[in-house]
């Protein structure tokens, strides 16, 4: 089946630790995408990717980072720099052209232990 | 700033009934607009996407217009039923290309009672 598939769903970290939450996709997506959601909000933009082997800030980059090496994936890593990281994280991708439906992978839960 | 607000937060109505989401934001000069839902724990499903040259969506039981002028989308679920729970996002976005950012509201969490 064509999706997105994220993991760990859950994940604890301990202080000072960094986390890496995967994402890929096999819908031949160009863009992909890391939200950021707490309860009862919105999402936030983290990071985004149009192209392979680049990538963009959003609008709360801080403590994050990612690397775009393959079309597929687009992995996250939540570092000891992020002083708030008990999130639920979703990856999203979609076709370049801005008319075309984003679409979501069920998401992944960080808690700092 | 694009801001994007949701009310109701919360709403609760009898299986059967119509009822409507709203969506605002504040500046007018969007792209397009989606409603996704999204259940407990889970991603996000989009529901419908309207262009900013349009003025209305429809799949099935869920109707979507667009007032760009106004800044306002509305969410009409005819006849609801208690699938139709979850929570319901709007979001906008700003531009053409696929950096342009998608602008989130926090969302009206629905409940239908059967």
């Known amino acids: 089946d064509g999706g997105i598939t994220q993991s760990p769903k859950y994940l604890f970290r301990k202080e000072g630790q960094n986390v890496t939450l995967s994402c890929e996709q096999n819908?031949?997506?160009?863009?992909m995408y890391w939200y950021r959601q707490d309860p009862g909000q919105g999402l936030r933009l983290i990071y985004y990717s149009q192209i392979v082997n680049d990538f963009q800030k959003g609008d709360i980059a801080e403590g994050y980072s990612v690397s775009r090496e393959k079309k597929e994936s687009f992995p996250l890593t939540v570092t000891s720099a992020q002083k708030n990281p008990t999130a639920f994280y979703l990856c999203?991708?979609?076709?370049?052209?801005?008319?075309?439906?984003?679409?979501f992978g069920e998401g992944s839960w960080l808690t700092v232990v | 700033k694009q801001e994007v607000t949701q009310i109701p937060a919360a709403l609760s109505v009898p299986e059967g009934e119509n009822l409507v989401l709203n969506c605002s934001f504040t500046d007018s000069a969007i792209y397009n607009l989606q409603w996704f839902r999204q259940d407990p724990g889970k991603g996000l499903t989009s529901l419908l996407l309207i262009q900013s040259s349009q003025r209305e969506q429809t799949s099935g039981r869920l109707n979507a217009s667009l007032d760009k002028s106004s800044g306002r989308s509305t969410l009409y679920i005819a006849a609801s039923q208690p699938g139709d729970s979850a929570t319901y996002l709007c979001a906008v976005k700003a531009g053409e290309t696929s950096g342009s950012r998608l602008t989130f509201g926090e969302g009206t969490q629905l409940t239908v009672n059967p």
């Open positions: 819908l031949n997506h160009d863009a």
């Open positions: 999203a991708s979609s076709m370049v052209a801005a008319g075309n439906t984003i679409y």
